[in-house]
């Protein structure tokens, strides 16, 4: 026993003194942004009754850990200053948080088109080699799910330089980059995205529970995590693999007997291992518990947000999905903050250029959510981007643009630039005139077409709802669509196509209209409110 008291008394010593160290999230470290003119939250954790101070730019707050070992602080309003600052934390140890910087901060979240990188985008290596910002920084939250929310997470603050710009986030970069050269002040860009994510992901689920909406999608992923069979999900991959891989091996030497110059016949996608209900970034909530909760309430002026393609089966769903999301955010940041969305860019989504007028279409109908988003909530605004996408490209690389667009909204909204034309036209309203139905817009100062053509992209339809493409031309600002097709006309749509490459309709500041519909006729993605049931939708 005398040999074995002093063990325990050291190993007892070692976790008191771990207790006992002041510490701070991921998101307070070397080279981080604070935001100016606002309050600043401070916080960590320590033992439980330890005192704690944090001193930063000449004020010093002090407090005490709870009896969880939570604190939290709050730093009076910070003037803005590019001189990098340390901020130190002192409780029994100090911790020195280095080349603090004050600026404006945002959080850059979304899927795929959000993480897609500098190294990604159009002009790359010149974009990169040109990156000589040091005042812009980028916090790149780790991708990690988990069920239950996080007070912490992964993470670390990296200068813009051309060594850490190539794995920025495009958008946020650019969008960053425009707010930094205009106002001439730091900014600080918390990335939190994940490709191929949905909106409830990214919802607490306090939040999603309150949506009568959600309520059959909860249900059904709630079925999943309870019936999840790991044995059943491997045996049923790995048939589902052989057979693929069979089916390949058939199709390759059929195509290596070809003639030269002959089509070959396309291999059928692999099949893909089933998630675990509890481990995938699909499942309600899990990227809000631990790539947002974990940041909040680190004081920021706003945030941007380019997501939609995952929920576009579901589009009017994502109407109260998207606005539950933002603010169940702002509830919990205890702000207003605004909120930018980018408006889903064109894509041929797997079909062709629309050729027919009337086709059901999902991808418009999302960005149809999207914009009534926008219009509902305040301090909301979309960045159309209908007019740079790629029609075989999911990811366009023209996000230069995107960025800018994004960053026209926050300089005259949030900045007092209010010279500045930030939207391209936007649906106001309409009014049928006889055979003519006349649209009124927002934001159409100087109504033209980009190309100096004829309008394209209208459609028009009467009561039948039986859609033709109709003429359009501009009347002031103003735009009047008939065909000699409809005589009792009682609904518009423009550019209703997930590729429309010939909508042309632009303001005076050449930023292109949103596409739109005057009409209340029933959509295709009406009450599909659950994932699991947009494939069967789908094949009717």
Known sequence: MKVRIPILAAILAVSATARAEVSLPAVFSDDMVLQRGAKVPVWGWATPGEEVSVSFAGQTQKTKADDKGDWKVSL????????????V???????????????????CSGQSNMQ????????????????????????????????????????????????????????????????????????????TCWGGTRAEAWTSRE???????????LTDWEQQ?????????????DQKQAAWTDATQKINAANAQLPPGQPQAKLPPAPRPVEEPSKTPHYPSVLYNQMIAPIIPYAIKGAIWYQGESNQRRAVQYQELLPTMI?????????????YIVQLAGFGNGHPAAAEAGVADTWAELQEAQMLTAITLTHCGVAVANDIGDE?????????????????WALAKDYGRLELEYSGPIYKSSKVEGKKVRVQFTHAKGLKTRDGGELQHFQIAGADQKWVWGKAKIEGNEVVVWSDQVAKPVGVRYAWAAWAPKANLINGAG???????????????????????????AKK
């Open 225 to 237: 995590l309870k019936t999840f069979d790991p044995a059943k999900a491997k045996a049923e991959f």
């Open 76 to 87: 009076d309003a910070l003037i803005e200053h590019g001189e990098p600052t340390d901020l």
């Open 511 to 537: 930023l292109p209209a949103s596409c739109f519909r005057t009409d209340e006729f029933l959509l295709s993605t009406l009450g599909v409110v659950s994932p699991f049931a947009e494939n069967a939708t």
């Open 89 to 107: 934390v002192t409780g029994k140890n100090t911790l020195t948080v280095k080349q603090v910087l004050v600026g404006e901060v945002w959080v």
């Open 327 to 339: 603010n169940d955010w702002r509830s919990r940041w205890g702000s207003e903050f605004p909120f």
């Open 392 to 408: 075989g490209n999911i990811h366009p690389k023209n996000k230069q643009e995107v960025g800018r667009r994004l960053a026209l």
């Open 116 to 191: 897609l990188t500098v190294s990604e985008a159009a002009d790359a290596q010149k974009e990169i080699a040109d990156a000589k910002f040091p005042q812009i920084r980028m916090f790149n939250v780790e991708r990690i799910s988990a069920m239950a929310p996080q007070k912490d997470t992964k993470g670390k603050w990296l200068a813009c330089d051309p060594a850490n710009t190539p794995q920025f986030s495009a958008v946020a970069y650019f969008f960053g980059r425009k707010l930094h050269q205009d106002l001439k002040v730091p900014v600080g860009l918390i990335n």
């Open 207 to 217: 939040a999603l529970e309150q949506l009568p909406a959600a309520k059959a999608m």
